[in-house]
């Protein structure tokens, strides 16, 4: 994966997080952020997800990683 896809790949996790439930708390939004991702997302990108967030995970808002500890679990 180049470093561009996974890019694109941190942003819309970052957008869906911030999307998915304006207003709600974040422990909310990142329920729905997870389902999204998990419904939606094929499985070699929550794969490269979430490698990413085990290795650094530094460019994703709190809540996206919130949902991705979600998807890891």
Same mark, same amino acid.
């Given at each position: 994966?180049?470093? &561009? =896809?996974?890019?694109?790949?941190? !942003?819309? *996790? $970052?957008? +869906?997080?911030?999307?998915? @439930?304006?207003?709600? &708390? =974040?422990?909310?939004?990142?329920? !729905?952020? *997870? $389902?999204? +991702?998990?419904?939606?997302? @094929?499985?070699?990108?929550?794969?490269?997800?979430?490698?990413?967030?085990? *290795?650094?995970?530094?460019?994703?808002?709190?809540?996206?990683?919130?949902?991705?500890?979600?998807?890891?679990?």
């Amino acid at each position: 994966m180049t470093q &561009s =896809e996974l890019d694109h790949l941190i !942003k819309m *996790a $970052n957008q +869906i997080a911030a999307h998915c @439930a304006p207003g709600a &708390s =974040e422990a909310v939004a990142a329920e !729905k952020a *997870a $389902n999204h +991702i998990q419904r939606f997302w @094929a499985a070699s990108m929550k794969r490269q997800l979430i490698a990413y967030f085990n *290795a650094d995970g530094e460019a994703l808002s709190e809540t996206a990683q919130a949902a991705i500890l979600q998807l890891n679990a």
